[in-house]
């Protein structure tokens, strides 16, 4: 009897130890798994598309949350990104530097700041059915340009095409409606549409409709400036500097791996937004593969030599409310090296 209780005794503790052990595990375990890591939110331009493929790739290979962040993205009011990235409700997002203006210089001026060019160059221009006559700016004069009536917009527009000897008071300017490039080109509902080629443009490769198309950089390389951008709020970043660092560092993982193999990035961009056409997203991820970094060896780097000289034309033409500062609205201290 004894032995009999001294084996029993032996034996409970035993089956104590291991499940003392296997509960601390199991905590152990759970406190990793629960480990808290930073909240990012990040607010898009627009619906899901080819710009933003390297942070869906970032995203859904764990890089954001090796760098111990959660990051949340969203998408835009409708007054855009900057509202959100301003007021610190997203302390990132999408944005492009002729449209950020107003929300980094001025009256309504915000703590925003670019500070990483997703796209190296600018790859909008004008596009139209071909054989209209308008493979270079002087076409338009005559034809219908849907526009959204933005004083930037239409002094760019003027430019290059009396730059190329045109009349810019000849172009018939209606409000833009354009939601398909390919169907109001097809219907001749307009004749010359502002696209970025990237997708827009492609998209009417995969539609087959033959098309002219000139970049607005190529006629004037004032207007090769940064579109699109991510930008942060400003206040946040200073408060937070390794965070942002470490999120541009995660991001600029995703955006390399969309760049050595497009076709993988597409799939997970299709993942994460099914309503996208299949054919389309692996086109234009293609394009934009050659086009994330083109020819800078630093991911996101923005030249403030380009930077400046748009914001400088503006000044030239005053088309801003006030003159603006050399620069302004972008910084390089955030990017991973």
Known sequence: MKRILAFTLAAFMIVSLLA??????????????????????????????????????????????????????????????????????????????????????????????????????????????????????????GK???????????????????????????????PSTVTDEVSALQSKTVDAIWVFYGWAGIATEVAGLKTD????????????????????????MKENPDTAKAFLAALKKGYEDAISDPAAAAQILLKNAPELDKDLVIASQTYLSKEYMSDVKRWGYMDPARWNAFYNWINDHELFEVKIPENTGFTNDYLPE
Request: hydrophobic letters at 35%; charged letters at 25%.
């Open 20 to 141: 003392g052990c296997g509960a601390q595990k199991t905590e152990n375990k759970s406190t990793e798994n629960n480990e808290k890591k930073t909240k990012i939110t990040f607010v898009l331009d627009w619906t899901p598309n080819t710009n933003h493929t390297g942070l869906y790739v970032a995203q859904e290979k764990g890089y954001f949350s090796d760098a111990g962040l959660e990051v949340e993205i969203i998408q835009p009011p409708e007054d855009g990104a900057e509202a959100l990235v301003g007021t610190n409700k997203a302390q990132f997002g999408v944005s492009f530097q002729d449209s950020m203006l107003p929300a980094v210089a001025g009256s309504n001026k915000m703590p925003i700041e670019a500070v990483a060019a997703l796209v190296q160059h600018n790859t909008s221009g004008i596009i139209s059915l071909k054989g209209n006559g308008m493979d270079t700016p002087k076409g338009m004069e």
């Open 144 to 174: 219908k340009y849907a526009t959204w009536d933005l004083p930037i917009e239409k002094a760019t527009l003027k430019q290059v095409v009396e730059a190329d000897g045109g009349d810019f008071s000849k172009v018939e300017l209606i």
């Open 213 to 236: 198309y000139f970049a607005f950089k190529d006629i004037d390389p004032v207007f090769d400036y940064y579109t699109p951008v991510v930008i942060g709020n400003a206040d946040w």
